[in-house]
T-cell receptor
Framework: GAVVSQHPSWVICKSGTSVKIECRSL??????MFWYRQFPKQSLMLMAT?????????EQGVEKDKFLINHASLTLSTLTVTSAHPEDSSFYIC???????????????FGDGTRLSIL | LAKTTQPISMDSYEGQEVNITCSHN???????ITWYQQFPSQGPRFIIQ?????VTNEVASLFIPADRKSSTLSLPRVSLSDTAVYYC???????????????WGLGTSLAVNP
């Protein structure tokens, strides 16, 4: 089945540091990937939709200059949290659809998430 | 916006069948209903997807009535390892094609007890 790999799985860094998270589709090409954030005991909140070769589409209230998204190839999207602060600490998850998935509505396949802790 | 409503939590025991019902009154004609499972500190995992009537796979069944305003995920003979949060989702009817977004509710936290 379709596999999405996310790296790193966790990161701890000082306030003011920029952190890059990678999301890769391992056995399929994904023209679209999604980035989510999840706080403890809460649901997934969509941050942005990443489109290969074009600008990402950000959800309302998400600062595009704070959360930089690059989708330079069909198998890799990156999320960079710039000048991270403690309030950015969260669980970040990416997902992608396999356009060749046999299911009619092509469910999203998720990475295992990145636990970001800003001190 | 298509929204879903699920019970916040459920308790069960090993070996029992668990049924989780989700309401989605504003589901669009072309939307599918998808269920995901999430363990702590992991990404969601696809369980099952359906459009109408009944769908069954190796881990679960999905029952969808004719009006499609609700759906029921059925987990046969649960084990301790089925303790997780279960999310019911329908596609965002404002979106089209492959960029259709999913709107996530709070899910149902299922606790399976020995």
């Amino acid at each position: 089945g379709a596999v999405v790999s996310q790296h790193p799985s966790w990161v701890i860094c000082k306030s003011g540091t920029s952190v890059k998270i990678e999301c890769r589709s391992l056995d399929f090409q994904a023209t679209t990937m999604f980035w989510y954030r999840q706080f403890p005991k809460q649901s997934l909140m969509l941050m942005a939709t990443s489109n290969e070769g074009s600008k990402a589409t950000y959800e309302q209230g998400v600062e595009k200059d704070k959360f930089l998204i690059n989708h330079a190839s069909l198998t890799l999207s990156t999320l960079t949290v710039t000048s991270a602060h403690p309030e950015d600490s969260s669980f970040y998850i990416c997902s992608a659809r396999d356009p060749l998935d046999r299911l009619s509505n092509q469910p999203q396949h998720f990475g295992d998430g990145t636990r970001l802790s800003i001190l | 916006l298509a929204k879903t409503t699920q019970p916040i939590s459920m308790d069960s025991y090993e070996g029992q069948e668990v049924n989780i019902t989700c309401s989605h009154n504003n589901i669009a004609t072309n939307d599918y209903i998808t269920w995901y499972q999430q363990f702590p500190s992991q990404g969601p995992r696809f369980i099952i997807q359906g459009y109408k009537t009944k769908v069954t796979n190796e881990v679960a069944s999905l029952f969808i009535p004719a009006d499609r305003k609700s759906s029921t995920l059925s987990l046969p003979r649960v084990s301790l390892s089925d303790t997780a949060v279960y999310y019911c989702l329908v596609g965002d009817p404002r979106q089209a094609g492959n960029n259709r977004k999913l709107i996530w509710g709070l899910g149902t936290s299922l606790a399976v007890n020995p």
